[in-house]
């Protein structure tokens, strides 16, 4: 599914931007209001589900990076037992965790055991990273948040959503739509990723 | 007080700044901790522990602890990279190597 080995950052690159689009999402994270939970997020999704999701992600990466194969029911699949007692607390200790993981020092080097078969771990945190930073879009725009991304996190996902085939991966990534060139470049991410930026 | 070990801090603001303060007064010189693990100790998430020490960290060694990822947060980077080598604390590509050096064990 992805031809192309992640040659346009080094290891050292890819931690910091992991890093910057974990603190992006918590940032986003940090900001939901107490009544906002159960607002929709994404078709189906409510903004507790967004989170969980990323929640759960996140839960995967040290047990991936250890060379664990993917199996269901490895984690919970519940929303409220990914997020626990405290939504942020549930975010923030998951992802601590998995930025742990990413740094150990031949984390990068290693091949993790995906759904869809071995992936090289530098391809593995550039897709966590620019899920991070669409999901950071969706959770603000869901929030009335702060829909401004990162720069270079927008760039960084930018390469990665040119690697994903033209019609989207069913159930992960949805179908590009139609954008400009000349349009900015977080309006061209999110139309990578299926969403129109309004 | 709190007792250490029930991982639940439910007091005021200035006692989880206390608990973090108490913690980080706590680790030797050329060890380093993270956000997270201190919060762990304590029973608070990794930002709770980095508000605590930037608004008065001052009288404890608070670039003794720095992010999951050995990295120093931007607005002390250099001064803090500069106190930590001074303790001898390895770093690689600008993080602190917390295989060698992390507290607690």
Known sequence: MFTETMADFSPVELLELFQRAQNQFTDR?????????????????????????????????????????YAEGRF????????????FTGWES?????????????ALQRTVHLERGPTPATQYILEMTADLTVHAWDLARATDGDTDLDGELVTAALIFGEQLPEGG??????PPLDVSSAAPPQVRLLARFGRKAT | MT??????????????????????????PGRVSTYGAIGRLIGVGPRRVARALSSGGGAVPWYRVVRADGSAAEPVRVRQLELLAAEGVPMRDGRVVLSAVGWPD
């Not at chain 1, 939901?32 to 989170?51: F, H, I, N, R």
């Not at chain 1, 998995?98 to 020092?105: M, R």
């Not at chain 1, 991966?169 to 949805?174: E, N, Q």
């Open chain 1, 29 to 69: 994270v940090d900001a939901v209001a107490p009544d906002q939970w159960e607002d929709e997020s994404l078709p189906g999704w409510t903004v507790a589900d967004l989170v969980a999701h990323l929640v759960s992600e996140a839960l995967w990466v040290p047990p991936l990076l250890a060379g664990e194969p």
């Open chain 1, 76 to 87: 919970p699949e519940d929303t409220s037992d990914l997020l626990g007692d405290d939504p």
């Open chain 1, 94 to 106: 998951a992802a601590d965790n998995a930025l742990s993981a990413f740094a150990e020092d031949d």
């Open chain 1, 169 to 174: 991966v069913p159930g992960l990534f949805d």
């Open chain 2, 3 to 28: 007792p250490a070990d029930d991982g639940a801090v439910s007091d005021p603001v200035l006692d989880v700044d206390e608990a973090v303060f108490d913690v980080v007064d706590r680790i030797p």
